[in-house]
């Protein structure tokens, strides 16, 4: 595998938001390599046709029909964060989130505790189709094991929080305990938020069709990853990087980005039943997460 340190440091530069092109990377990688920041550590560590291309198949049977939008990517979906409204024009102050533009992205996996869901659960989709979740299981095991070969220092941090978090929330024999699976959504600028910082996120993107560009852009480190079908990378997503766009030739092509990570306060929650009692047994006003005071 090739091997590149980098030799010019981050430019440091906030991206929010902004979308990126090709005027936003120096160069373009395509091909198996290991890149790392001028101080030794990994920024990023690209596979090219590593995944096995039967589970590959097995996993894209059951993605591909997952459908449903979301207006709650903010940063990502390129728009600012807005808070609801009343109906007089007031803000509402219990629902005052990020929106953006509909996209179809959806969060597969365990999810924490939330103001509006006190309690660590099951994701929506796979919570109704359990079945579905676990044909993707055995191509997330292969994943993770490409983690642990490839990047075993960051692989061991994500591992002993799972170790310590209740199999309730772990995908059975990985290190993830969540997926974000997007469709043809062509990500803003943002650095993610609410995985574990001393792990890695792990993604793989599987296309359909006939296209080009949506290329993965780190505008901080100049760089570009081409990513194709059976490609995996595991990289620092604490790093702005998004998207530059999809070229389609068809409206029927499709391209399917899954980013597996930990959720860090899963760590803390307890059993499924445990979490339901503590949900009807916390007071309004209690914290989310008393464990932590």
């Not at 996993?59 to 939008?69: E, F, R, S």
């Not at 941090?157 to 170790?163: E, I, V």
């Not at 993107?205 to 080009?212: A, C, L, P, S």
């Not at 079908?229 to 409206?251: C, V, W």
């Amino acid at each position: 595998m090739k091997t590149i340190t980098l030799s010019s440091e981050s430019l440091n530069k906030d991206w929010s938001m902004q979308f990126m092109d090709d005027s936003h990377y120096d160069q373009l990688i395509d091909e198996d390599v290991a890149v790392y920041r001028p101080d030794g550590s990994p920024l990023l560590v690209l596979l090219k046709k590593a995944l096995d291309p039967q589970l590959t198949a097995n996993a894209w049977g059951v993605i591909k029909k997952i459908n449903t939008t979301s207006k709650n990517r903010g940063t990502a979906s390129g728009t600012p964060s807005s808070p609801y409204k009343k109906m007089d024009g007031s803000i509402s102050r219990q629902m005052a989130v990020p929106r953006g533009w509909e996209v179809v992205s959806n969060i597969v996996g365990s999810f924490e505790r939330t103001a509006h869901h006190p309690f660590a659960r099951h994701c929506a989709w796979n919570a109704k189709s359990p079945e579905k979740f676990s044909a993707l299981f055995p191509l997330l095991q292969q994943t993770s094991s490409l983690f642990e070969k490839y990047v075993p220092d960051r692989f061991s941090n994500q591992k002993q929080f799972c170790d310590s978090t209740h199999p309730d929330w772990v995908i059975p024999g990985s290190v993830y305990t969540t997926l974000t699976i997007n469709k043809n959504f062509r990500t803003a600028a943002h650095k993610d938020a609410g995985d574990l910082e001393t792990g890695f996120s792990n993604m793989f993107v599987i296309r359909e069709g006939i296209w080009t560009g949506a290329h993965l852009v780190l505008p901080n480190w100049r760089i570009g990853v081409k990513l194709d079908s059976l490609d995996f990378i595991m990289f620092d997503a604490h790093e702005f990087h998004g998207n530059t766009q999809m070229i389609k030739m068809s409206k029927k092509d499709i391209r399917c980005s899954v980013v597996c990570y930990y959720r860090t306060k899963l760590k803390i929650c307890k059993s499924m039943e445990e979490e339901l009692l503590f949900a009807k047994t916390r007071k309004p006003g209690d914290p989310l997460f008393p464990e932590l005071k």
